[in-house]
């Protein structure tokens, strides 16, 4: 149980254009999603937290204009990249919790394997 | 500022000996705490938890000792297996919040 998928797992695109991620959670209902991005050699670094049906909250120094996140259903978001640029390229992560943020189920979280995106 | 660290960027060990890797956290209000396992190009997976009302747990091979005082985490494998060799990231968090807080992650290989 407990399994996080991500579509597509990586992508290679233009400078300019959208990519969009999708983060699905297969057997349970996420209330909670997560997305992180993972630079080479690097930590994960949490970019935002999402509960379904409403806006994402975004950490300090993560541009909400240009990862856009839509967390419509309990088992989808999706991370939209607008307007890549090579110095986006990295290793994006989704996880998920059956837990709303700071609900006492908030401590588990259950990663997705990934989506390298790199920009040309 | 990095509130969770391992200064160990990798590590080599004998196959059937014990590997320990070791965390150091910054913040008092982390309460609770995570060591995932991760290949390069996947998603991390999740090997034990800790919740700081404990200074030990043990699920098989792995084991997490937590000194509070010290502000300190360790995760012991033993025996070491070469399907263990992957990177292991140790996270934090304040119970009640989501925002896991990743250490930079330590690289273990062990060597058959």
């Known amino acids: 149980g407990a399994v996080v998928s991500q579509h597509p797992s990586r992508v290679i695109c233009k400078s300019g254009t959208s990519v969009k991620i999708e983060c699905r959670s297969l057997?349970?209902?996420?209330?909670?999603m997560f997305w992180y991005r993972q630079f080479p050699k690097q930590s994960l670094m949490l970019m935002a937290t999402s509960n379904e049906g409403s806006k994402a909250t975004y950490e300090q120094g993560v541009e909400k204009d240009k990862f856009l996140i839509n967390h419509a259903s309990l088992t989808l978001s999706t991370l939209t990249v607008t307007s890549a640029h090579p110095e986006d390229s990295s290793f994006y992560i989704c996880s998920a919790t059956p837990g709303l943020a700071g609900g006492p189920l908030s401590n588990e979280q259950f990663f997705g394997p990934g989506t390298r995106l790199t920009v040309l | 500022d990095q509130q969770v660290k391992q200064n160990s960027p990798s590590l080599s060990v004998q196959e059937g000996r014990i590997s320990i890797l070791n965390c150091d956290y910054t913040n008092s209000m982390f309460d609770y705490f995570l060591w995932y396992k991760k290949y390069p190009a996947e998603g991390p997976t999740f090997l034990i938890s800790i919740s700081s009302i404990k200074d030990k747990n043990e699920d098989g091979r792995f084991t997490v000792f937590l000194n509070k005082s010290a502000k300190h985490l360790s995760l012991h494998i033993v025996p070491s297996q070469p399907g263990d060799s992957a990177v292991y990231f140790c996270?934090?968090?304040?119970?009640?919040?989501?925002?896991?807080?990743f250490g930079t992650g330590t690289r273990l290989k062990v060597l058959a």
């Open positions: 996270a934090a968090l304040t119970s009640g919040t989501y925002k896991y807080i």
């Open positions: 057997d349970f209902q996420a209330t909670t």
